[in-house]
């Protein structure tokens, strides 16, 4: 019963801030890295960002770079996006996956959490 679940979207305005967690179940989260990924609609998927099993690497898209930051907190079994100075760009749906390692491939998903920034 592996299971993600993202929550923390909303609507935005342009240069606000939303800070998106995903909780884990079913799995140690210690063992795997897990990697932010979002969909605008028309849109490919793309991935956002990522951070290993340990939490000493962290990966982001040149688009988000100095403005989201990821980090876990093993013990609560969660992962957080803290997303800063979003711009309109920034809407679409933002799912987590686990990864056996960041840039591996993803084997579960959460459901996705809707982020848009608009005026």
């Known amino acids: 019963q592996v299971q993600l679940v993202e929550s923390g979207g909303g609507l935005v305005q342009p240069g606000g801030s939303l800070r998106l967690s995903c909780a884990a179940s079913g799995f140690t989260l210690d063992y795997y890295a897990i990697g932010w990924f979002r969909q605008a609609p028309g849109k490919e998927r793309e991935g956002v960002s990522c951070?290993?099993?340990?939490?000493?690497?962290?990966y982001y898209a040149d688009s988000v770079k100095g403005r989201f930051t990821i980090s876990r907190d093993n013990a609560k079994n969660t992962v957080y996006l803290q997303m800063n100075s979003l711009k309109p760009e920034d809407t679409a749906v933002y799912y987590c996956a686990r990864q056996r390692s960041c840039g591996a491939a993803t084997n579960y998903w959460g459901q996705g959490t809707q982020v848009t920034v608009s005026s």
């Open positions: 951070i290993s099993s340990s939490g000493g690497n962290t």
